[in-house]
T-cell receptor
């Protein structure tokens, strides 16, 4: 059974600091990895995708993938109050075909002004 | 120009009724999905569909059925609604199995 694990939090980080969010997954066949942000009452919004081992940076966000350890992380630099949301880690098993995302239960991030 | 749209945004209905939720995407994607987010905010895949295959999550009751009139639309039909069907339903789309983009969601309340 494919599982994605996240610490549910809440994770409280002071404004301007680095927020570090972690995720582990059980299926070694997983090939695609995503981070979504979801504000209360809104739909999930894609913020990062990563497909190969290493780091991927996009603005204040850095995704890190380690397939050997089955571990994905998201770093948010210079955290802002607007970053307060639930962050969902998601994994796709296959490299093609109509395969849905397996989500973790999300980490609730609070940025303290 | 909304990328993935759903209607209705809210749906309140009684147990035993049959209802449909519509989804449309204008991104030119070839794969569409339905997800259910329950009261504990856990998001779970229900169906994924492209023009070659329909993948059904085995936990989804057969009262739920997706119907795709064309590549840009994937509607969700629900028969004999039950209290436990109350949730937020999200449609999503992607090109192949890469980044998925979500619609705004439909909050279904069964009374």
């Amino acid at each position: 059974q494919k599982e994605v694990e996240q610490n549910s939090g809440p994770l409280s980080v002071p404004e301007g600091a680095i927020a570090s969010l972690n995720c582990t997954y059980s299926d070694r066949g997983s090939q695609s990895f995503f981070w979504y942000r979801q504000y209360s009452g809104k739909s999930p919004e894609l913020i990062m995708s990563i497909y190969s081992n290493g780091d991927k940076e996009d603005g204040r966000f850095t995704a890190q993938l380690n397939k050997a350890s089955q571990y994905v992380s998201l770093l948010i630099r210079d955290s802002q109050p607007s970053d307060s949301a639930t962050y969902l880690c998601a994994v796709v098993h296959s490299g093609g075909g109509a395969d849905g995302l397996t989500f973790g239960k999300g980490t609730h991030l609070i940025i303290q002004p | 120009d909304t990328a993935v749209s759903q209607t209705p945004k809210y749906l309140v209905t009684q147990m035993g009724n049959d209802k449909s939720i519509k989804c449309e995407q204008n991104l030119g994607h070839d794969t569409m999905y339905w997800y259910k987010q329950d009261s504990k905010k856990f998001l779970k895949i229900m169906f994924s569909y492209n023009n070659k295959e329909l993948i059904i999550n085995e936990t989804v009751p057969n009262r739920f059925s997706p119907k795709s009139p064309d590549k840009a639309h994937l509607n969700l039909h629900i028969n004999s609604l039950e209290l436990g069907d109350s949730a937020v339903y999200f449609c999503a789309s992607s090109l192949f199995s890469y980044e998925q983009y979500f619609g705004p969601g439909t909050r279904l309340t069964v009374t």
